[in-house]
């Protein structure tokens, strides 16, 4: 983010620096028009579950990121689904993302206009996708139980796919996709959510750490064999791994109350 | 809210609707132009620290929403400071408390602009106050050791003020007003934050419950002897209240632990 221009009315010793800049990127992702004004507020919603696991990337998380990379090296076919928020804060990660494990990527948005769409599309060929599915009329196929926009896919993406990896995704959606029989990969910081809940693999991780972690994974683990892979997916279990993230938070608010700590969000 | 037209694409048995409709509110002020975009991410960051506290008046909510009734009851030049997210969600109530305890009424913006200013001042009009401080040339006081914008307020506000009533507001300025000598009484859903530290009176509550509660509190308590009043106000402690808020949060996730439970946010 150094050199950024945006980041220049940010003083370089704010302590709320990183978040201000990540925040900074989905306002711009708004002004441009292919963030929704709901996803800024689901991003406040973020920040504050950020808030309460550290901001970093809490075990349980590196644990699911690495599941989710061996979901993902082993499907027949992978989709990484992108909507605003996404493309706003990592649309370079995804993109390497999406090489590394040889997934599609598909725009997939809750609130979906022909616009947004294509903005987003955009934004992935100009930051070096080659193939962006989910546009306009490719977005033909239905996922069953879901109404209106809500439920259009591509046919060649996520309504084929084995493995989906949905960031910031409702819950809805997702439960429809486990019902489809796919294995769905989700990032949501809130440990509690349906999603979550829903989720074959969650993790519960910024997007703006979970992906990058995930491109080191995917390096690691190209060259693993595909056995190693099925029993590192297989031994995991998501439910146990949520608990040890509310568990995480639980014992964090006790130290924070022991401590006296003050945990500030910037408004500036 | 029963009849209002924009809560007509909300299912009426919709599990979020109540939050869902709180949050229209709220885009409904940022398409008119009083809420600041941040403001909308503020809001998703309430909306989880609601959830933790299970979007109800937890005990130590009521206590100090009780405690700082009695303070502004007491007070010699009483002050509601309201800004563009206060404006949208509680402006009639806003108006109500401030009748019952004989408070001024002043716009107090973050990012102030004449625009959102009058715009503000507007709905407070609109929605019956008689008077609004803090308006253009009326803001022409300033705080100590704030810089710009942020430090002009009100002469006949909150600068004489003795008690503020300050529902939003952010950890500079709460610090500062205290600095000033005043009792401030923050509204903030966030335990650990500055404002929550630096406020003499800590209401951890959505405002879209404290106010009202609060109006009831004077009704109840208009009548009590001052010797009363004065005596609520000596036995609070703030920091043992926001330590309750923390334990109540800590203890409400070992038992959605427990329980398994899900929280959801809803998108739709």
């Not at 699911?64 to 076919?77: F, G, S, T």
């Amino acid at each position: 983010m150094i050199g950024d221009p945006r980041a220049s009315w940010v003083p370089p010793n704010h302590p709320r620096r990183e978040s201000l800049l990540i925040r900074e990127r989905l306002v711009d992702g708004f002004k441009e028009g292919y963030v929704a004004t709901q996803g800024l507020i689901a991003h406040g919603r973020g920040e504050c579950f950020d808030y309460l696991i550290g901001e970093s990337s809490i075990p349980p998380a590196l644990t699911a990121e690495r599941v989710a990379v061996a979901a993902l090296l082993i499907a027949k076919h992978p989709v990484i689904s992108v909507n605003g928020n996404t493309a706003a804060l990592v649309p370079r990660q995804v993109i390497e993302l999406a090489k590394l494990v040889n997934a599609k990527l598909e725009v997939n948005l809750f609130y979906r206009t022909r616009e947004r769409e294509e903005l987003i599309a955009r934004v992935l060929r100009e930051n070096g996708a080659e193939e962006v599915l989910g546009v306009g009329d490719d977005a033909s196929c239905t996922i069953p139980e879901l109404f209106s926009e809500r439920r259009r896919v591509s046919c060649r993406g996520i309504y084929i796919a084995d493995v989906v990896l949905v960031p910031l995704e409702d819950g809805d959606r997702t439960e429809a996709l486990r019902r489809m029989g796919k294995i769905v990969i989700a990032i949501d910081l809130n440990p509690l959510s349906r999603t979550s809940r829903a989720a074959s693999i969650t993790i519960v991780d910024n997007v703006v750490r979970a992906i990058p972690n995930m491109i080191k994974f995917a390096e690691e683990m190209r060259g693993m064999p595909r056995d190693e892979l099925i029993r590192i997916v297989r031994n995991f279990n998501n439910e146990e791994n949520l608990r040890s993230v509310i568990m995480f938070i639980r014992d964090r608010l006790s130290e924070l109350v022991s401590k006296g700590i003050t945990l500030e969000f910037s408004k500036s």
